[in-house]
T-cell receptor
Framework: GAGVSQSPSNKVTEKGKDVELRCDPISGHTALYWYRQSLGQGLEFLIYFQGNSAPDKSGLPSDRFSAERTGGSVSTLTIQRTQQEDSAVYLC???????????FGSGTRLTVV | AQSVSQHNHHVILSEAASLELGCNYSYGGTVNLFWYVQYPGQHLQLLLKYFSGDPLVKGIKGFEAEFIKSKFSFNLRKPSVQWSDTAEYFCAVNTNAGKSTFGDGTTLTVKP
C-alpha cells in the first residue's frame, strides 16, 4: 500500500482482556518496528523484524507482550491480560533497510479501563 | 546502549524567529541520525536524515540539521519559523543494531 496501515485506530478494553493490534507495512519494506508512546513520553522500542531473521524482542516490557510477522508482511502485536499501564499509543513503522528512516503508521490508541 | 537527549521540552517562538532544537546522543560508533516531526493530529513523519558525507543536511520545509561528531550532537535549525511549524519534534539515532532510539521530543509552539 501507499503507507503503513494500523488497525484499529482506537481500542478500549477492560483490564485483564487480551488485545491484538495489526500493522500492514509498505510493500517491499523488509524492516518492521513496533514502538509505544505514552502521554508526554518519547517512543519506547518494543520489537523489530528484519526480513527472515529472528526478531529483536529486547524491548518487550513483559511476557504478556508478543508479536509475529507473517510472510514478511503483516504484523500483529498481542498483549495478554492487559493492565492499565499498557494504555498508550502503539506505533508501527517500516523501512526499506535496517539503517533507518522510518515510515510510521497512524498508531493504535489503546485504553485499558 | 545508546541514548538520545533533547534538552528543550517545550519551545515557544513568534513567527519569523529563528529555531534551534538541541539533540545529543551517547554512542561511540557509527550512527545514522534523524529528525521526525508530528504535526497536530497527524502521524510521525521523517523530516531529515544523516547517514554520511556533508554534516549539514537539509530537509523539507526549510529545516536543516548539523552533525557535529565531536559534540555527539545533531541540532535542528530553521532560520524563520512559521505558525504551521507548530508540532512535536523527535530526534533519533540508529546504530548497526538496526533499531532507532528516540529522544523524548520537543514541543514547538509558534505564535502568529
Amino acid at each position: 500500500g501507499a503507507g503503513v496501515s494500523q488497525s484499529p485506530s482506537n481500542k478500549v478494553t477492560e483490564k485483564g482482556k487480551d488485545v491484538e493490534l495489526r500493522c500492514d507495512p509498505i510493500s517491499g519494506h523488509t524492516a518492521l518496528y513496533w514502538y509505544r508512546q505514552s502521554l508526554g513520553q518519547g517512543l519506547e522500542f518494543l520489537i523489530y523484524f528484519q526480513g527472515n531473521s529472528a526478531p529483536d524482542k529486547s524491548g518487550l516490557p513483559s511476557d504478556r507482550f508478543s508479536a509475529e510477522r507473517t510472510g514478511g508482511s503483516v504484523s500483529t502485536l498481542t498483549i495478554q491480560r492487559t493492565q492499565q499501564e499498557d494504555s498508550a499509543v502503539y506505533l508501527c513503522a517500516s523501512s526499506l533497510t535496517s539503517e533507518g528512516g522510518y515510515t510510521f503508521g497512524s498508531g493504535t490508541r489503546l485504553t485499558v479501563v | 546502549a545508546q541514548s538520545v537527549s533533547q534538552h528543550n521540552h517545550h519551545v515557544i517562538l513568534s513567527e519569523a524567529a529563528s529555531l534551534e532544537l538541541g539533540c545529543n546522543y551517547s554512542y561511540g560508533g557509527t550512527v545514522n541520525l534523524f529528525w521526525y516531526v508530528q504535526y497536530p493530529g497527524q502521524h510521525l513523519q521523517l523530516l531529515l536524515k544523516y547517514f554520511s558525507g556533508d554534516p549539514l543536511v537539509k530537509g523539507i520545509k526549510g529545516f536543516e540539521a548539523e552533525f557535529i561528531k565531536s559534540k555527539f550532537s545533531f541540532n535542528l535549525r530553521k532560520p524563520s519559523v512559521q505558525w504551521s511549524d507548530t508540532a512535536e519534534y523527535f530526534c533519533a539515532v540508529n546504530t548497526n543494531a538496526g533499531k532507532s532510539t528516540f529522544g523524548d521530543g520537543t514541543t514547538l509552539t509558534v505564535k502568529p
